[in-house]
């Protein structure tokens, strides 16, 4: 009478059952325990700064391009006010930042500049535009050159053109995608933003991310060109070369004028209960003065009080 | 395993599927294990590459996770309050570098995520998250994980299994069909040979049935020679019975003549030689010389009376066996002093004249025996009919002799020094009877005879 080998298929679902085992263990010691970062807790989840309760302070942070005029405001606004000692205005964190920060209060006023974006809009914040600053393109004091054309300026930013006109090599230094610089030569330049779009995507040149690292890098990279703050350049009293485009030097009049054409508007934005703040109302109050005005003016800027978003 | 060899009550019988079933066996064996190579080959290659694939991906991951924190540190350092909405910026433009199957996320010290300005609403499934610690001024501010997708190394492993799944189904296909291809050419052979078996098989029942009829056949003659032998013998023996008888009574015939005639004669010369004894007693000389022949005419008739006497006993004729081997026992013990008892019992119907004269023979030479030899004080003689046959037993208390004296005397004739015994088995062999004798020394000795009737 045959048998059927019913201890050999008890092996094989053993041996398979181990294979699949240890398979299965290897996969799984392979992928790691399969825990990442908790997804119910994506997204917005409040202030990262301690609350600050009563506390009466003025927080104030956001864009880079913000911040010259801002810190020559705060500083002529704590003069002769001790009690304003807790004004502080923190290194640049981006206009996204800013808004993000003064959404949560962690600040009391962000600093802003550009307008804000539409998925922006619900977070309800008090947009206050105080300045308008031409952004210019600057380059290492070695360069020889003075004045760009817009054709020019988009042969350099496309890589056709790679030298200056002393023959000294251009070292084209970007903004990341977004930064309100840029925005505001793409809104009146097009082709620029292509050519500057087109760059970017190839990786052509060396990106930075702050107005920081762009003034630091400006300076010492021979031949270096990138967009930069008139602002910034008049309060700071930096030595970089300014070019004319088209034969316009950029300046509060010539921004005032129309003559050139590229310039951004800086704003305050805070959250309706940071604008209930006594501080926050007395700097605003302040930067809407004529002592405000003068040091928008003094800075390089063209005062925007009275407006508003 | 079934291989059946036993012959089978039909000798006509082939071997089948059932008897012969060594390819079924090894199907039934090799299907499980051609099943666990095709799942083991087709399932390894592609199991092994899916995990190392994600050994490779889990690698990147941490490594990327490392270089995007430590891009992360170098920034945070520069605002450590708000680092968080800072970071934002930085990471989407590093991350517009990076391949899309990569994903970021930021968690503080407290587990709370940072918004990365990204669209974050669809996690894609299946990632491998690696992290890496955000550290400011040296103390742990959050953690950065970057997600590496798998599904491509699972799509990977999956055309994978295709053609190693192909390759392991022929592997298994070979292993389990060549086994059994050769299993199937030796089941043939095996059957080939079983059926050769079963053929031989038949041809040894019938080789024993013909061996059996043709010892049957030698049997049944071997008795009809052993039967006509039998018939021969019986022949002989009557033949030998009846030459016995003739002897006999042409031993009375003499016994007569002599007993008749000379017996008669010197008997008429005994009682003339009497008469002139008695008319010359004056002279001396004639009455001496007839005393002298009448002393030698006795003395010759006694020779020609034991000489008749032992050619045959004519008191068999005159008086019957019975009464002879009575008178037989009572002179031997006249004659020898001895004690002798006797009992004879004889049926009506009485017993051939061969028959009775070997009877008193053998007593005669039984008693005789015992004068010379057993030194016996007593003697005890029976005879009697048994079933058809005669029996005579002669007991003595001699000192006896051994048993291997007996056969020795039994086997040996009387001029070899045997002790008559040896005619008397012969005498009563050639009779178609049986003799027997007991004797142990010191203890006497017993002679059984046992003749036929007639």
Known sequence: MRRKPVFLWAAVVVVVGAF???????IVNAAGDGVGPDPTIRGNTGAF????????????????????LTRALVDAFVAGHPERAKVVVFESIGSSGGVRAARDQAVEIGLISRSLREREQPYGLQVVPYARVAVVVAANPSVSDT????????????????????????????RE????????????????????????AAGRFRVVYHDRAMQNALFVTEGG????DFGAVQTQGLALRLMDIDGVRPSVVSIEDGSYPFYKDLSFVYTSESGKRPLVQAFLAFVASDGGQQVIRDGGYMPLVGGGQ | MTVSAEPTTNPTTNPTAKEVELRAYLAARMLPLSLLLAILVGCAAPLADYVLTLHSLRAQAQTRAEQLAAVIEREASERPVLWHYDTPKLLMHVHANLSQQVEVRIVDRNGRALELGRSSSQLPDRLLWASAPIKIDGKPAGFLWVGLQADQALREALLLLLPFGLLGLGLALLVYFLPLRAMSRAESQIRGLIARLHQSQRALESFNQTLEQQVEQRSSELQAANNELRQKEEHIRTLSSRASALQEAERRGIARDLHDSAGQALTAIRINLQLIEQMAGQQAFVEATASKTMAMTDATVEEIRRAVASLSPAILDDF???????????????????????????????????????????AQEALTNIKRHAAAETVEVRLWPEQGRLKLEVRDDGKGVSPDEVARATSRPPEQGGRGL?????RCELLGGTLRIDSEPGCGTSVHIELPMV
Do not use: K
């Open chain 1, 225 to 228: 060109v990138g967009l930069f």
């Open chain 1, 49 to 68: 700064v301690e609350p600050r309760g009563n506390e009466e302070r003025l927080f104030l942070a956001g864009s880079g391009s913000n911040l010259p």
């Open chain 1, 177 to 200: 995608q977004g930064d309100s610089s840029h925005a505001a030569f793409a809104r009146v330049f097009p082709a620029f933003a292509r050519a500057d779009a087109e760059a970017y």
């Open chain 2, 320 to 362: 019957g066996l019975a009464v002879a081997v009575r008178r037989l026992c009572d002179d031997f013990g006249e004659r020898t002093g001895l004690e002798v008892a006797h009992s004879v019992e004889l049926s009506e119907e009485g017993c051939s004249p061969a028959i009775e004269t070997a009877v008193y023979r053998m």
């Open chain 2, 422 to 426: 040896h005619g008397m088995r012969e």
């Open chain 1, 20 to 26: 699949f085992g240890a398979a299965t263990f290897a």
């Open chain 1, 147 to 174: 004045n760009l054309t817009r054709d020019e300026l988009v042969e350099i930013y496309s890589g056709r053109r790679t030298t200056w006109s002393d023959g000294a090599a251009i070292s084209v230094l970007q």
